[in-house]
């Protein structure tokens, strides 16, 4: 029709059209600019040819997450360590008397929210998980806080990181993120948010951002890995002869070979052989080799990042992942890598959900890194022997750590005889000096 002119609604609703035509016939540029830069192929031809994928292909290997790199065992390996460690510790809510005693504060409302239960749904367990988890992969954690009336603290209720804004308001943060369909926005005061290392007060830096480029090494490995192994010809070995087969024998010998020894279960069968045949085994190659050993170092990088010793998650050579290697690999890692981290938790809890009348009376939080021996039945047993040695523990105090119940007379402190004071009755006495 000519002569038509278009309303403005019309003509936004044909640009817009045209634009969104436009973007299917690239297939989101934005989206596979990085991916198509390497070589991705727009065409359904032969990519035995071309050394190239089909978009239909990038699409399916996204689909099943071989572009995250929460996929790579390392990474998926290292998170959950510490993710798993720090979770696996309890979060206690301390009161420290005006003459320096202190002692668990199970009253405090904080207690069973951060020791027990943070919310309807999760356990303590669940939730430091999830927050920890968030730290190391986002650089950022956000819960947000529930109160009473009397504006203590009844629950914590996890965001995702990923869907969080975070933005400066006359001085103060907001956050904002959908929930449902459902735009939130919270002050500082509802939200408790954890930031990871190397931010500012906006944000933390995010591990997978910041180390892209050996994520994206690391995938590019496996993806090639994966990718030979799969497609790729990798015969067990040769069957070797003097003599040349018919097709119709190379067929016959074929599948004599794929019906009695293909499998596990035919494993160890004895060959037999004729017309000076031989079997000779195909070892791995030098390409498949260095294949291993660059994704062994890809992992290793990625342990480097997240701060785990390799040995901790499968990786290393075999001195380092048994004896002393591994408790000291163990030691470096309750060190290094989760006391900077449990500092960090610890504190943001404290500043941003300890009131003032809290702090006035001595409320304090810290994880009890105990907790870590009680998988270890010898470690445990040297520690309280020490500590009851020292006087430093009672004997029903140390029985209270095992669930056991108090003995009569256990709430002595006591020491070993050869440690009592130099004055006291039990020294020997010095002979005395003679007079002239």
């Not at 948010?193 to 590019?220: E, K, Q, V």
């Not at 449990?342 to 959900?353: F, P």
């Amino acid at each position: 029709m000519t002569g038509y002119a278009l309303s403005r609604e019309a003509r936004q609703a044909n640009q817009a059209w045209d634009a969104a035509r436009e973007r299917k016939s690239v297939i989101g540029a934005g989206a596979l600019s990085t991916w198509a830069a390497g070589g991705v192929s727009r065409q359904n031809g032969s990519n035995f040819t071309t050394n190239q994928v089909t978009l239909a292909q990038y699409d399916d290997a996204m689909a099943a997450g071989y572009g995250n790199a929460i996929g790579l065992s390392a990474t998926w390996s290292c998170v959950n360590l510490i993710a798993g460690t720090i979770a696996s510790l309890p979060l206690v809510v301390y009161r420290t008397s005006a003459g320096g005693v202190r002692t668990v504060a199970q009253g405090h409302p904080l207690y069973y929210v951060l020791h027990d239960s943070p919310n309807f749904d999760q356990t303590a367990l669940d939730f430091w998980e999830f927050m920890a988890a968030s730290i190391e992969l986002q650089g950022n954690a956000y819960a947000s806080v529930e109160r009473r009336d009397d504006g203590s603290v009844y629950s914590l209720i996890p965001i995702r990181p990923d869907i969080v804004t975070v933005t400066r308001v006359n001085g103060l943060l907001r956050y904002e993120w959908s929930e449902g369909g459902r735009a939130i926005v919270k002050d500082v005061r509802d939200v408790l948010h954890i930031r990871g290392p190397m931010g500012n007060a906006l944000s933390g830096a995010s591990t997978l951002a910041a180390c892209r480029g050996t994520f994206a090494s690391a995938l590019a490995t496996d993806s090639a890995a994966r990718t030979t192994f799969s497609n790729g010809m990798r015969p067990s070995g040769v069957l070797r002869t003097k003599d040349s087969l018919t097709r119709e024998q190379r067929n016959d010998a074929e599948r004599a070979l794929q019906e009695k020894y293909s499998g596990s279960i035919n494993a160890g069968l004895p060959m037999v052989l004729d017309r000076d045949m031989q079997w000779q085994q195909i070892n791995i190659t030098p390409e498949d080799a260095q294949m291993l050993d660059s994704r062994k170092f890809s992992g290793e990088e990625i342990c480097r990042i997240f701060g785990v010793p390799p040995a901790m998650v499968g990786y290393g050579d075999k001195a380092s992942n048994w004896g002393t290697g591994k408790e000291v690999d163990v030691l470096g890692f309750q060190k290094f890598t989760l006391r900077k981290r449990l500092k960090r938790i610890e504190q943001a809890v404290m500043k941003q959900l300890l009131t003032p009348a809290d702090r006035a009376q001595g409320i304090t939080l810290e994880f009890n890194l105990e907790g870590l021996l009680r998988a270890d039945s010898q470690g445990r047993a040297q520690f309280y022997q020490t500590m009851t040695q020292l006087g430093a523990m009672t004997i029903n105090e140390v029985r209270a750590l095992e669930n056991l119940p108090p003995v009569a007379g256990g709430d002595t402190p006591r020491m070993q005889s050869q440690n009592v004071p130099i004055s006291g009755p039990g020294s020997v006495s010095q002979p005395e000096e003679d007079t002239l």
